[in-house]
């Protein structure tokens, strides 16, 4: 019995933990040649919480995968304001020293890292003051869920509100860089409070594990 409600807690604890957002970490077809433009991923966080890390591959099968020096920014966006795709928090400009896979905290230099469900991420390829080209490898490829980019490409202005350019979702025959896109690219988890009933179960567990030790 002790064991049954050690996995009751265990389990409540887990539950407050999401997988990541966005696609696997792995090396794709190319990166943009486009320089200093932002782009979204095109789903939400799907929960609440503040969000800690993100990561991302920058190996690429083409030659533009040469992306030693390569700045890029990232951001959250609420893409239900009416006037747009909107900026609610930045975090610090990484620098990558080649293709590889690279895991940064979310450092917030500007904003807040909270999102609600709908919310969604981007980043910017370049810094507040250089631009760049893409830094993040992509396929193209068939998907429902895909990513955007913006009309004015400049560096992320906070509370400014974006219009799109492209949209990458979609079917793609492998002979256009319009179509369907995926990026190896992924935000943690927005770490979120219990819910109250998953408090009442992690106390729960906890207590009757204590009531079953002290009957030792």
């Known amino acids: 019995m002790r064991i049954i409600y050690a996995f009751f807690l265990l389990g409540s604890i887990q539950a407050i933990i999401a997988g990541d957002v966005g696609y696997p970490l792995i090396t794709r077809e ?17 929960v609440s919480g503040n969000v ?13 995968s040469h992306v030693a020096g390569h700045q890029i920014t990232p951001f959250l966006m609420d893409p239900t304001t009416s006037g747009g795709w909107t900026i609610t928090g930045i975090g610090a400009t990484e620098t990558v020293l080649g293709p590889g896979i690279y895991t940064f905290s979310f450092s917030l230099v500007a904003g807040s890292n909270l ?8 980043w910017y390829d370049g810094s507040a003051t250089t631009a760049n080209q893409g830094t993040i490898a992509f396929d193209r490829t068939t998907t429902s869920i895909g990513f955007r ?20 979702p979609g079917a ?22 219990p819910e109250p009933a998953t408090w009442a179960m992690i106390l729960g567990g906890f207590f009757t594990v204590v009531a079953l030790r002290r009957r030792r």
């Open 52 to 64: 800690l890390t993100w990561a991302f591959d920058s190996s690429a099968t083409s030659s533009t």
């Open 149 to 168: 980019d913006f009309l004015n490409p400049q560096p992320p202005v906070l509370g400014q509100a974006y219009s799109t350019m492209s949209n990458f």
């Open 30 to 46: 190319a990166t943009d040649t486009a320089v200093g433009y932002m782009f979204a991923y095109d789903g939400t966080f799907g």
């Open 172 to 193: 793609n025959d492998g002979t256009s860089w319009t179509g369907g896109r995926v990026y190896s690219v992924q935000f943690d988890p927005a770490t979120s409070a």
């Open 115 to 122: 999102v609600a469900p709908y919310m969604t991420f981007g």
